[in-house]
């Protein structure tokens, strides 16, 4: 007879849930399968699945009876072992306490200070209602950088930690690329209140065991800027090699049952979360949007902006971004005096901090990705799936390119148009981040063919033109590359002969090889032209 003090602490050694212990217990015992299941209230099946997760614990295969008999033999032996070293003493992870009798628990870790706080008060109490009332297991804050993920997150903990309700509070931040192996392990330890003495090697049985104590606990665990462990230049929702742990993290917490909630900040949505989630499901995400009028007044006021009547266009131009809009009220501020008006003759929405708030995101998109935002910049106007189908020349098939365009989604880069359906844009500042990162890299190409006449090193700018469709006008990109070379090459009658030879080399290609280059080409030259005094007969 093996004593239930050493079969609690070697399950323990081995991440042998509660639940697993007790059908493994009993099945030692000799007790039925089906009466085990109905004495703890579950299915047959999730009985000998339970008795099917030991076996794996314990690294037993094959099928048949075979395997509870070796099982018994492992732990007998085990035990006779241990008998020899001294008497069993069961190791004190989870203490039987009555609730309140030891005081709540919370660890801020690298939460921020939010003493400045704008509106949010509708999404608050729709948060606060999915994690009090209809216990979400998890719960997504997701929104382009600078939305307000983070604060809206601490706000939310804060107001939470008032009302008293969770036994541990613990925030964690992912933003320096913690391993989850060593993230689940802290937070492990923490809701032990450090009695864990053994943590498993495997992320997976850490996991299992972080499950059990959201089950014994109700537990606010909050993991910040995940994006940070998903990979970039690929699709949205990839993990970066070595963080995959965080997926099976994620589902797991969102598929078993708990009395705790996960609640995670990403400017991404995770692919585990976008498979789980639903409106009345027990995980759920609240996509951040614009701040409001009101709430947006807040910010200008203060920082000192004058002249109220042109806050809503700056919002729009915005798009209701909290940090976007404090970083242009400082330069509004400092620059002009407080005087929105000036600001906004200077027709510019992207500098500084909010360049690289942008270059952050830009730099995480796919190959696929970059082509649909350079087409929409160009285009300078939302387009349907088909048109840009259409126009990217790149062989992508369709169902990569609809993933594409959910991925952008789940970025918070693209929108819709404003008539509905199915067409796409970007907002106003991703618009002009993006126009003029596609007129510098087409600058670089085209000052590099001039220099070598080699087609070979194009990319960007044989894959897309440098002006809209026939019919609209010409757009942004093709005058800015123009005056660029204009300022380069500073005599115009040179530019024009190097604009014709390239021309040349191009026109002797094969049309698929060059691509838009070749009517790229004689797009700045007929421009130049234009410019160009008649010559004299």
Request: with cysteine; glycine share 8%.
């Amino acid at each position: 007879m093996i004593p239930q003090d050493f079969l609690r602490q070697i399950a323990k050694e081995h991440s042998v849930s509660n639940t697993e212990l007790d059908v493994l217990a009993a099945a030692i015992n000799g007790e039925p399968m089906n009466a085990i299941a109905q004495r703890l209230g579950i299915r047959p099946e999730a009985a000998r699945k339970r008795l099917g997760e030991v076996y794996k614990k314990f690294h037993i295969a094959g099928a048949g009876p075979g395997k509870l008999a070796k099982l018994q033999q492992i732990l007998v032996s085990q035990y006779q072992t241990r008998q020899t070293q001294g008497p069993i003493v069961a190791i004190p992870v989870t203490p039987e306490v009555e609730v309140g009798e030891l005081p709540p628990q919370y660890d801020w870790g690298e939460a921020p200070d939010i003493s400045a706080f704008y509106g949010r008060a509708q999404e608050l109490t729709a948060l606060q209602t999915w994690i009090s009332q209809d216990h979400c297991r998890v719960v997504a804050l997701l929104g382009i950088a600078g939305i307000g993920k983070t604060a809206l997150a601490v706000r939310l903990a804060r107001s939470l930690e008032e009302q008293d309700e969770f036994e541990f509070i613990i925030w964690r931040s992912l933003r320096h690329g913690v391993s989850p192996r060593e993230v689940i392990g802290r937070l492990v330890q923490t809701l032990s209140r450090k009695r864990q003495t053994y943590l498993p090697d495997s992320a997976h049985n850490r996991i299992t065991l972080l499950i059990d104590y959201l089950r014994q606990h109700r537990c606010l665990l909050v993991l910040d800027g995940v994006e940070s462990v998903l990979r970039q230049g690929d699709i949205s929702g990839q993990y970066r090699d070595g963080f995959e742990d965080y997926g099976e993290l994620l589902r797991r917490v969102g598929e078993e049952s708990h009395q705790s909630c996960l609640l995670l900040t990403s400017s991404e949505k995770p692919r585990e979360v976008a498979r789980l989630e639903g409106n009345t499901l027990p995980v759920r995400v609240s996509q951040l949007g614009a701040l409001g009028p009101d709430e947006a007044g807040e910010i200008f006021r203060d920082k000192g902006l004058q002249e109220e009547k042109l806050w809503k266009e700056l919002i729009d131009l915005y798009r209701g971004n909290p940090l976007t809009l404090k970083i242009a009220s400082t330069t509004i501020q400092e620059l002009f005096g407080g005087r929105v008006s000036e600001f906004l003759k200077q027709s510019t929405l992207v500098f500084g901090d909010i360049r690289d708030l942008l270059q952050r995101q830009f730099d995480r998109l796919s190959d696929i990705e970059r082509a649909i935002v350079y087409w929409l910049a160009i285009e300078q106007q939302p387009l349907s799936l088909s048109q840009l189908r259409d126009k990217i020349s790149i062989p992508f098939s369709q169902p990569e390119l609809i993933e594409a365009l959910e991925s952008l989604g789940r970025r918070s880069l693209i929108e819709r148009g404003a008539a509905g359906g199915a067409m796409f844009g970007l907002q106003p500042v991703v618009l002009e981040y993006v126009t003029q990162e596609f007129t510098d890299r087409a600058c670089y190409e085209l000052q590099d063919l001039l220099r070598t006449q080699k087609i070979d090193r194009l990319d960007l700018f044989r894959t897309h033109a440098l002006e809209a469709s026939e019919g609209k006008d010409t757009g942004p990109i093709l005058p800015a590359v123009k005056d660029r070379l204009r300022k380069l090459i500073r005599n115009d009658r040179q530019l024009e002969g190097q604009l014709d030879r390239v021309l040349a080399v191009l026109q002797a290609k094969f049309p698929l090889e060059v691509g838009y280059a070749t009517s790229n080409v004689q797009s700045v030259l007929d421009s130049l032209r234009l410019d160009l005094p008649p010559v004299e007969a």
